[in-house]
């Protein structure tokens, strides 16, 4: 079995070329991928139910403004990975190595959930 051609003619050794098949990953992919939509569908409506949940005009914004950035972030990841768009380096929030954007990430979440245990607090 050979996986590519050896020599500049583009003959091999061998003249009884056998080229592997292609293998499957797509259908345990797809779960993966599913999966990860899912959670961050889940993220989105958690965000927006309390972005809608606010007392006060300034903290709805924030809390969409946030979860937008962070839905549109991991859409514009997940097509590039799929190939859709062309792939200009953004992480996926959450899973992508990289200290930067956990803590970028990790920072929306955070001050959407003081948003929303302080909301009290701020309406007054």
């Given amino acids: ?4 051609n050896h020599y500049y003619q583009g003959l091999s050794l061998n003249k009884n070329i056998q080229i592997l098949p292609p293998t499957n990953t797509y259908a ?18 958690r965000c927006i139910y309390l972005a809608i949940k606010m007392q006060d005009t300034f903290s709805r914004l924030i809390t969409a403004a946030l ?3 962070l839905f549109s972030s991991s859409v514009v990841n997940i097509a590039m990975v799929s190939g859709l768009l062309p792939v200009v380096g953004a992480p996926l929030p959450f899973i992508s190595y990289g200290g930067t954007s956990m803590v970028v990430s ?7 959930m003081s948003l929303n245990s302080n909301k009290s607090l701020i309406a007054n």
């Fill in 1 to 4: 079995m050979e996986i590519g």
């Fill in 28 to 45: 345990k992919n797809i779960y993966w991928v599913v999966g990860i939509l899912i959670i961050y569908f889940v993220i989105l409506y």
């Fill in 67 to 69: 979860a937008f950035t």
């Fill in 106 to 112: 990790l920072g929306m979440i955070g001050i959407i």
